[in-house]
């Protein structure tokens, strides 16, 4: 909407006021004196001439203000926001890739594959899973690419030795057997929204299961199928399973020429399984491969799913051009009774030419090839959460522990934020991306149950600012992926510094942050935090007070003192962190609105058009035709004001004229 069109009309109707209430020497030129006309001007007849007269001239001036605000107002171009899920063609992916002993030789070389499979895809989602006797995922689906890139470069790293890396895959030995391919292919499939054992809300995720199931799914599954352990499900299973769910899987075998190809062979029987969910297999070395996976996934079905809910501007002249056709017509009806018989030539022609213009813009002109802006909320969003053992301080609400709280206030962020993309930073000694950028809001949901606090043995003192550096590579590849699209930071977190050193400056990059805001969460009592083993959850609530004495609480080992800790809010420091980023800082206590914290965060002054898929729509044209209306209405408004000026005023205070 063109808003700064009205102060501008504003001033053009001030100044047409002003030009019409001057004085003006010589609107007396032509006047002559005569004697004795107060005994014209006293007849009843006269005064009731003239009392209608000013009527009418009140009448008018009442249609040209009228006139001129309505004008305005449609040149300025309001708009209505409504609200769309459009339709999308998606698809999602899921990395499976086996890391056995049997396969260390060729997962480096899986790893490239995969890299340039997530290189080729464009628009799809993409995920990686790994296993062996268990399965952990390195990332949930995402169109977060570089993100995706990383990861499969620190796979790389892991698979050729390098040093430092060996921890990428621990947990995936944490079960009996090895290289259990049917209970790894499984955990791939269940890595999909909507899934049995994707969140532990189940209610919460009915409402979205309809549109996951609806989306393409497809499972790359990189192994020799050398199976090593008795597997809760076999290979058959599972592929039975990907079947069931309308999954596609595509094999990658690094070891198709090392068992020969007969039907009992693990080849074979790999191929068969992939073949009968309707994938393809290949050879690791073959050079379809990759070509040809991507060729097949693009050919699934695109089945038409909801996308990203988004607010759709629109314009809405409608209703102030209905009164400025009115007004207008009712202007030149009221002027024509005024000037009688003897109307002149250059006033009517302009007179008509403002219904005109008033007629046209009503009928909405416009030229092919536009598109309808969209207020999608076009965004991406990080969440920098603080999973420190001070987060499980018993001071949020009635005694619950900081982190609901934040669990609480993500989810609420992410129902304000229809169709942004959202990722998720933890920090505690070191910080970690739990959740690259994804629309995915059933992902996030599941991040955001099980955040939990860093195991309590392994606890050394944590820094406020320790997720500066991954928050930073974070905001600069999102900003290298799409320059135009705004990023969100929310910091979640109590303030506490553990660490013996001064925790760093958060000040970013100009440009990375468009908003968010620093929520903070605890209160100046603050509360005891209960021990995280990693073994077991926290003790029932009733069992608190039976054990408050020690064992289930973290205990003050500071010299002097003794008994529970306790741990208080900072909110100085909270508050100095969103001065560097150049954020608000929100107190969140339980109960608090979520729209003081969102109308704080700023992220209106972040909407922008969705450029990347506008919808179609024509230019539209009418505004021009009602400004052009506006200015040619000025000048009748001048002259109403200066013959209501010029009108005598009640008999014996006119004077002799």
Known sequence: MFWWLLPVAAAAAGVAAWVALRSNRLSNVRRRPVAHADRLTALPEYQA??????????????????????????????????????????????????????????????????????????????????????????????????????????????????PGSSGFLDGTWSGRGSSLIGDGLASCLNSFPGEAGQTPREAGGEARQGDAAQRSRSVVLATDNFLSGEPIMSLEQAAQLARDRSVHVH????????????????????????????????????????????????????????????????????????????????????????????????????????????????????????????????????????????????????????????????????????????????????????????????????????????VTAYAKGSSITAARQVLSERLSAARDSNPGRPCLVYYLGDGEQTSARDPQTMTLDGGLVAGGAVLGYGTAGGGQMRENTGLQGAAPKEDAAQESDGGTYVQDNRAGSSGNAVSVIDEERLRNLAAQLGLPYVHRAAGAPVAEMMQQARPGNVERADGEDPLAAGAELYWIFAAGAFLLALPEAVAIIRQLRGLPGRPGKEGVR
């Not at 992939?274 to 994938?279: C, L």
């Open 251 to 454: 094999a990658l075998n690094p070891g198709d020429l090392d068992y020969g190809s007969g039907p009992d062979q693990p080849g074979a029987q790999l191929r068969a399984a992939a073949e009968s969910t309707g994938g393809l297999y290949y050879a690791l070395d073959n050079a379809d491969a990759v070509a040809g996976i991507v060729a097949a996934v693009e050919q699934t079905e695109t089945a038409a799913v909801q996308g990203a809910v988004r607010a759709v501007f629109s314009d809405v002249p409608g209703l102030p051009l209905a009164v400025a056709l009115l007004s207008a017509l009712a202007l030149c009806a009221v002027l024509w009774r005024l000037q009688g018989s003897r109307p002149r030539g250059r006033a009517w022609l302009r007179r008509g030419a403002v219904v005109l213009l008033v007629l046209v813009a009503a009928l909405r002109p416009g030229l092919p090839g536009g598109s309808a802006r969209a207020a999608t909320s076009d965004l991406n969003v990080f969440f920098v959460v603080d999973t420190t053992t001070s987060m499980v301080a018993e001071d949020y609400g009635n005694g619950n522990p900081r982190l609901e709280g934040v669990r609480k206030d993500i989810m609420a962020i992410a129902e304000q934020l229809p169709g942004a993309r959202f990722s998720v930073i933890t920090f505690d000694t070191t910080a970690h991306v739990r959740m690259p950028l994804s629309t995915d809001t059933l992902a996030l949901e599941t991040i955001t149950d099980v955040l939990e606090p860093q």
């Open 49 to 162: 001439a003239l009392r209608l007269h000013r009527r009418r001239l009140l009448l008018a001036g009442a249609a040209c203000v009228l006139l001129l605000a309505s004008t305005a107002v449609a040149a300025a171009r309001p708009v209505d926001v409504s609200t769309i899920r459009p339709e999308q063609h998606n698809r999602d992916i899921m990395l499976c890739l086996d890391t056995s002993g049997s396969m260390s030789s060729a997962d480096a070389a899986v790893a490239d594959v995969f890299a340039g499979l997530a290189r080729t895809f464009d628009g799809e989602r993409i995920g990686l899973t790994i296993f062996d006797s268990t399965a952990i995922q390195v990332f949930p689906l995402t169109d977060d690419y570089a993100y995706a890139q990383e990861q499969l470069q620190l796979a790389k790293d892991a698979f050729d030795g390098k």
